[in-house]
Nanobody, 128 residues
Framework: QVQLVESGGGFVQAGGSLRLSCAASGRTFSSFTMGWFRQAPGKEREFVAAISWNGGSTNYVDSVKGRFTVSRDNAKNTVYLQMNSLKPEDTAVYYC?????????????????????WGQGTQVTVSS
């Protein structure tokens, strides 16, 4: 079993930055592919980014490429999402997720059903 706890959300003006963190419990964190999703009011939860077990492969939704960076520190059982040049349309609850998949094809992990564990979410609000 893995428990995930997100932090770092908040209120920021457009153009600003935030760094989200997701702390995981359990000894097998380093074997999981980790992902970030977000859900805006009235919308479906959507994929944002994913990172392979060793950090060697990453994938992003087109709308955040060049602005967001996903990284991980397996020694700290933590995955991060650095968000720069934030836009009002980035406003959402951001969720961290862990997948048992440990292969290199991170670009294939974009669906909610592919992830086995979820955090409770952290709110990000970007004002115009």
């Amino acid at each position: 079993q893995v428990q995930l706890v997100e932090s770092g959300g908040g209120f920021v003006q457009a153009g600003g930055s935030l760094r989200l963190s997701c702390a995981a419990s359990g000894r097998t964190f380093s074997s999981f592919t980790m992902g970030w999703f977000r859900q805006a009011p009235g919308k479906e939860r959507e994929f944002v980014a994913a990172i392979s077990w060793n950090g060697g492969s990453t994938n992003y939704v087109d709308s955040v490429k060049g602005r967001f960076t996903v990284s991980r520190d397996n020694a700290k059982n933590t995955v991060y999402l650095q968000m720069n040049s934030l836009k009002p349309e980035d406003t959402a609850v951001y969720y961290c997720a862990a997948s048992h998949y440990s292969g290199p094809y991170v670009y294939t992990l974009k669906e909610r059903r592919q992830y086995n564990y979820w955090g409770q979410g952290t709110q990000v609000t970007v004002s115009s």
